[in-house]
């Protein structure tokens, strides 16, 4: 649908939980989109590849977490062939030019996104919005990205009552998020990749099945 308001939430999801839906749909309501994109990562450049569960079982992980909710998994990444965020989120502009598109990322991200390959231009790109995350919102505010980023803050109703987004923008939404993590979770269950095994899923974007590489990368 044309002119539809969309966040994109990136991320490995390894494994998507409660925390990753909280943040959502609390975001969902603060800056009035429409929907949300879950964007499972194929690989991401700053995080090891041990201990990554194949990309099948986190995005089935990330579907059975989103249900009900005006959530849509995709692997974007894999189709495009992009692998860091400046460069996805071009071609994503690119290819849904009639939405208008927000990047949401937790205050753990922000304390380290001037390490980012062309940090200011995914600034540049479209607005984000930081969601605060425990233990890691003074790291944020001290980070070299937050020194540049926090002369175009921006409050949540003022993203809403744009009649054109622009961007750079930075939107700083606080709540109280849901404290459990993916790597909690991983150490009390090492092998939660097991209960998410089935089919091939359906990205939720583009409709295409989603195939997981990860043996012929490994190889």
Do not use: C
């Not at 999801?13 to 800056?31: D, K, Q, S, V």
């Not at 992009?82 to 071609?91: C, E, N, P």
């Not at 690119?94 to 990322?105: G, H």
């Amino acid at each position: 649908m044309p002119g539809r308001f969309t966040g994109l939430l990136g991320g490995s999801f390894n494994p998507a939980h409660r925390g990753h839906r909280r943040i959502t749909l609390f975001a969902l309501e603060a800056l009035g989109l429409d929907e949300v994109w879950w964007m499972v990562s194929p690989g991401n450049p700053l995080k090891p590849r041990r201990g990554m569960a194949p990309l099948r079982a986190r995005v089935r992980s990330a579907r059975a977490m989103s249900k009900a909710a005006p959530i849509k998994v995709t692997a974007i990444e894999r189709e495009l062939g992009t692998r860091y965020t400046g460069d996805t989120l071009r071609a994503i502009k690119r290819r849904y030019p009639r939405r208008r598109f927000v990047w949401m990322m937790g205050a753990d991200n922000l304390a380290q996104f001037h390490k980012w390959r062309n940090w200011r231009q995914i600034a540049r790109e479209m607005p984000i919005a930081v969601i605060a995350r425990p233990g890691y919102d003074d790291d944020a505010v001290a980070s070299p990205a937050m020194a540049w980023l926090r002369r175009y803050r921006l409050s949540a109703a003022g993203l809403r009552n744009r009649g054109v987004w622009s961007a750079p923008a930075l939107i700083e939404l606080r709540f109280d998020p849901d404290p459990r993590s993916a790597t909690q979770i991983r150490q009390a269950d090492p092998h939660w990749a097991d209960g998410h095994a089935g089919p091939l899923p359906r990205d939720e974007v583009t409709h295409s099945l989603i195939h997981d590489r990860r043996k012929e990368a490994d190889a």
